[in-house]
């Protein structure tokens, strides 16, 4: 031991340190050693070579880079959830990449990795529809949550002829899963309040609205305010509708409830005739996952995550970028 720290002990006490730090860091990193058998070897004890572990990565001596192999922007994830605290971020890589469902299914295939990784499995699952959520279905391997139950969180009967069934997503989820779905076949948005309240009070419908309120996980797509809108692809809005809702500052959907930049409800009209989950649900569960495919969708991402709407994001560089700058 003495041989060994000779020339660290002819050092300055600052420099000695250092030295030590740059002894463990090698040793742990590098050379693969336990905590344990690096106390052994310098004479040390396991908390004073966790702590210059600790100094050594605060310090610069030691960085660390994760480079995983999927490819994943985690300077972009680090800052997000540094910014937003949430639980996880997901941040696609997509280069010069601009044709939108490119980008849609680079997320849907990061999304659907991030649902079979999930651990505990979810034994009931809430989930939205809409073009990002179908394609996150598409994307999820076969027999990835045995005997999980789905249950659709927003009314999904299209007033219009669409490319795909709404109700399908929460069917496909089920059955890639190897389980079961409970469908919400009602329309999102009804004539009138008094409609609406009616149907929530069926026993049918109301008791799929309380297994939403139950599903301890939340999967959902967020909606841009555009023209590509699903909601006004399926009948449920117009144009007017939506430079109304631009005029009262919304930036988007959640589950088909349009909000402003701070997350709150834009048209309490319209929300009043909305059938679903309603946002404060939200805060009581223990995963909500969103996901925001392309840039149109930054600003109802930003307000997701500056609401606390969800513990975990799912999105594409691009998005990322322009949520951290409306951010700031």
């Not at 210059?52 to 300077?75: D, F, N, Q």
């Not at 800052?79 to 949430?86: G, I």
């Not at 027999?143 to 795909?164: E, F, I, R």
């Not at 005739?273 to 969103?290: D, N």
């Amino acid at each position: 031991m003495a041989e060994r720290n000779v020339y660290a002990a002819r050092l300055p006490i600052n420099e000695q340190r250092d030295h030590l730090m740059v002894q463990v860091a090698k040793l742990y990193y590098d050379l693969d050693r336990t905590q344990s058998d690096i106390a052994s070897e310098l004479g040390l004890t396991r908390w004073q070579v966790g702590r210059l572990l600790t100094e050594a990565k605060e310090g610069g001596i030691v960085r660390i880079e994760i480079t995983p192999r999927g490819g994943r922007r985690t300077s972009l994830e680090v800052e997000l959830q540094r910014r937003f605290s949430v639980r996880e971020v997901i941040v696609v890589p997509t280069g010069d990449i601009e044709d939108p469902s490119l980008i849609i299914d680079s997320v849907a295939q990061a999304a659907a990795k991030h649902l079979v990784s999930l651990s505990p499995k979810p034994a009931l699952m809430g989930v939205s529809w809409g073009r990002t959520m179908a394609a996150v279905a598409r994307a999820l391997p076969k027999d990835w949550c045995p005997g999980l139950h789905v249950v659709l969180v927003n009314g999904s009967t299209a007033l219009t002829t669409t490319t795909s069934r709404n109700s399908a997503v929460a069917e496909e989820f089920a059955q890639s899963a190897g389980g079961r779905a409970t469908l919400l076949p009602v329309p999102a948005i009804m004539g009138s309040r008094s409609t609406r309240d009616a149907l929530e009070q069926d026993p049918i419908i109301e008791r799929v609205l309380t297994l939403a309120e139950e599903a301890p996980v939340l999967c959902f797509g967020l909606g841009g305010l555009t023209h590509q809108s699903v909601l006004l692809g399926s009948g449920y809005l117009d144009e007017d509708d939506i430079a109304r809702l631009r005029k009262l500052n919304s930036v988007g959907d959640i589950m088909g409830r349009f909000v402003d930049r701070q997350g709150r409800i834009a048209d309490t009209h319209l929300d009043d005739r909305t059938i679903g989950l309603r946002l404060e649900a939200l805060s009581r569960k223990e995963r909500v996952i969103g996901v925001a495919a392309g840039e149109d969708k930054h600003l109802i991402a930003a307000a997701c995550l500056g609401a606390g709407y969800v513990t975990d994001l799912v999105t594409d560089e691009g998005t990322a970028r322009r949520i951290l700058e409306e951010a700031a």
